[in-house]
């Protein structure tokens, strides 16, 4: 089976440049989360979907973030504008929801750099 | 507030030898999941185990098991026979299921080193 995909891998842009980082969770999972991994951080829920619904967006850093799932096989997490803070390793993970015991699922992630 | 404690950030472990990573949880619910996670240098999230806070044994998963005190708490990863391949970052987390839905929180972690 397919795990989660994200893409790109890597990113690198310029401070006040418009970032796209995609996913595509498993198959049948109902939840889909985006995490953020910084040295400092640790890692940070940003906003996670139940079928296709955000659900708690309260980790978004500020209103440069948007997140959108516009069907149950693809998501997006947008920064715009992007800022060298931002620069992290951004995970999508899915899980399917039926069980308390479902782990979640991660994808590769991408790193992200904003000069 | 901090909900998830690793309190090792780094520990080293002869390879064959046993260790024990760290984790100790704050909630009020009594409906919970408490998971570890693997994290090697290549960087993907590798998930080790599961304990449901209703599970009254211990759970196993190979060379892995969860020392899991309750009323203590915490919730220890406990590797056995380790191999040079263990070297890698562990995350504890936890899922509260009444008040938190399915959101899950990571702790710090903590950076096993095996030598050999």
């Known amino acids: 089976d397919a795990g989660v995909i994200q893409s790109p891998r890597h990113e690198v842009t310029e401070m006040g440049q418009e970032v796209t980082l995609r996913c595509k969770p498993i198959?049948?999972?109902?939840?889909l989360f985006w995490y953020r991994q910084t040295m400092m951080r640790g890692l940070e829920l940003l906003i996670y979907f139940n079928n296709n619904v955000p659900i708690d967006d309260s980790g978004m850093p500020e209103d440069r973030f948007s997140a959108k799932m516009p069907n149950a096989s693809f998501s997006t997490l947008k920064i715009q504008p992007s800022e060298p803070r931002d620069s992290a390793v951004y995970f999508c993970?899915?899980?399917?929801?039926?069980?308390?015991?479902?782990?979640?699922?991660f994808g590769n992630g991408t790193r992200l750099t904003v000069t | 507030a901090q909900k998830i404690t690793q309190t090792q950030p780094g520990m080293f472990v002869q390879e064959k030898e046993a260790v024990t990573l760290d984790c100790t949880y704050d909630t009020s619910d009594q409906s919970y999941g408490l998971f570890w996670y693997k994290q090697p240098s290549s960087g993907e999230m590798i998930f080790l185990i599961y304990q449901g806070s209703y599970d009254e044994q211990n759970a196993t998963e190979g060379r892995y098991s969860l020392n899991f005190q309750k009323a203590r708490k915490s919730a220890n990863l406990v590797i056995s026979a380790s191999q040079l391949g263990d070297s890698a970052m562990y995350f504890c987390?936890?899922?509260?299921?009444?008040?938190?839905?399915?959101?899950?929180?990571f702790g710090a972690g903590t950076r096993l080193f095996v030598k050999a």
């Open positions: 993970a899915s899980s399917r929801g039926q069980s308390s015991n479902s782990p979640l699922h």
């Open positions: 198959s049948g999972h109902d939840y």
């Open positions: 987390a936890m899922r509260e299921e009444n008040t938190g839905g399915f959101k899950t929180i």
